[in-house]
């Protein structure tokens, strides 16, 4: 057992998946719940937490880990509310998508006493809700933690250990790093999927019975990355600003260069560009983040990257 009790702040897809894999592994002797609304503390009391609490500052209680896993938004107001309830010692961690906003909401709130190490793990699905989680979600997907200088080693070496006991691989990283370098792998892309179902959406002259009859031919996977929930969404992009219009303006540079390789008829660049990025894709496979199945092994447990 690593921590003897651990409390789950928010109980969707991240929190429960994290109480499925503890549970399955025996990493913990008690996990205590709360989330905002009355419903889903009911699911969450039957499917996966030991005790439900009807607000934030009962549950982190004699904690010895708290985990922050509400919208990014939402971080700050929670860490002010159980900042002063909770145990000397404890850790307290986040699973936000993104990293600089949530130290600058949560940090100012936690006492000197209690270790703040944040982190993201890139697993996720387009899913939310407390019915949503599985144990296997964080196998074989990195975890980021962001620790600070001051960080406890000891505090972190025991967190580490948790999250690769649920499978994880963690990696550290600087909290401007994660930001820039979560652009550019999820951020960017869920805006573009965004725009582009958008497009399809308003284009008359497709029909909507053609969209989903034909939708194979690549759109499905902009629609399930489309899918994904907007509240959560609303806040990535909000307090991950300056990385996401960085990165949208390269893309936007790129997209240009690509409209007049095609206007221009100029195979010889489309066929290099295509290339280059064909070998990105056989990269990932490699690395083992995805499957070289011709539905991106998307029939197994969905697994994308938040
Ligand atoms: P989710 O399934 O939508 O669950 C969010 C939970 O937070 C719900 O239990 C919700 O309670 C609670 N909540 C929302 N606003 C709240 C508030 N103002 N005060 C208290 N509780 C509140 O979300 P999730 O996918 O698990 O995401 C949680 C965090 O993980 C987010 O910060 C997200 O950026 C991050 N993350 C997500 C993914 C992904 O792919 N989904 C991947 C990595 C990291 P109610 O149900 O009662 O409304």
């Known amino acids: ?38 419903e889903t503390r009911a699911v969450a009391r039957e499917l996966f937490c030991d005790r439900v609490c009807d607000t934030a500052a009962e549950a982190v209680r004699d904690a010895d880990l708290v985990v922050l896993a509400v919208p990014v938004g939402a971080m700050g107001e929670i860490a002010a509310e159980i900042g002063p309830h909770l145990k000397p010692g404890a850790t307290v961690t986040d699973v936000g998508s993104v990293k600089q906003a949530v130290v600058d909401a949560v940090a100012p709130h936690m006492p000197a006493a209690v270790h703040f190490i944040p982190g993201h793990p890139l697993a996720g699905t387009e899913y939310s809700g407390p019915r949503s989680g599985f144990a296997t979600l964080f196998q074989n997907r990195w975890w980021l933690l962001t620790p600070s200088a001051g960080t406890d080693p000891e505090a972190l070496a025991r967190l580490r250990s948790l999250l690769e006991a649920m499978g994880a691989n963690v990696e550290d990283m600087d909290v401007a790093h994660h930001d820039l370098v979560l652009a550019v792998v999820s951020h960017v892309p869920h805006a573009i999927a965004y725009t ?7 284009m008359r002259r497709v029909s909507q019975q053609e969209v989903i009859k034909y939708s194979a031919s690549g759109f499905r996977d902009f629609t399930r990355i489309a899918a994904s929930d ?48 064909r070998a990105i894709r056989r990269g990932i496979i490699e690395a083992g983040q995805d499957t070289a199945a011709p539905d991106f092994g998307r029939s197994a447990p969905p697994a994308k990257e938040g």
């Open 1 to 38: 057992m690593i921590y003897p009790r651990v409390a789950l702040i928010g109980l969707g897809l991240i929190a429960s998946s994290m109480a499925h894999a503890m549970r399955a592994g025996g990493l913990t002797g008690e996990i205590v719940g709360y989330a905002r609304s009355a």
């Open 230 to 277: 907007p509240v959560m969404w609303r806040d990535v992009f909000l307090t991950n600003k300056e990385a996401v219009l960085d990165i949208l303006g390269r893309f936007a540079e790129e997209l240009f260069v690509l409209q007049r390789a095609i206007r221009m008829g100029d195979g010889e660049h489309l066929h290099a560009y295509f290339t280059r990025t």
């Open 196 to 202: 582009m179902v958008g497009v399809a959406d308003h």
